[in-house]
Nanobody, 122 residues
């Protein structure tokens, strides 16, 4: 089993920045593709960014528009999402996920964290 715990969410003004973290545990962590998803109230969960354990490939949703950076520190079993120039439309619960391959299909992910709330508002 892989266990994922997110942190770093909070309230930020439009144009502000936040860094989300995901701490993973499990003997097979280094073999997983890691991704961030988000879900706003009344909306479907959507892919934000993903990164393979080797560092390649790295994938971003089109709405990121160069504002976010995903990174991972395999030695520390940590995944990060640096978010800049945040917009109210970015308000959502952000989830860390792990799966066997690069994909944006939610059922193909094996493990999920509890989520961390990001609220962008003035």
């Amino acid at each position: 089993q892989v266990q994922l715990v997110e942190s770093g969410g909070g309230l930020v003004q439009p144009g502000g920045s936040l860094t989300l973290s995901c701490v993973a545990s499990g003997r097979t962590f280094q073999n997983y593709y890691m991704a961030w998803f988000r879900q706003a109230p009344g909306q479907e969960r959507e892919f934000v960014a993903g990164k393979n354990w080797s560092g390649y490939p790295t994938n971003y949703a089109n709405f990121v528009e160069g504002r976010f950076t995903i990174s991972r520190d395999n030695a520390k079993n940590k995944l990060y999402l640096q978010m800049n120039s945040l917009k109210p439309a970015d308000t959502a619960v952000y989830y860390c996920a792990a799966g066997p391959q690069s994909t944006r299909v939610i059922p193909q992910y094996d493990y999920w964290g509890q989520g961390t709330q990001v609220t962008v508002s003035s």
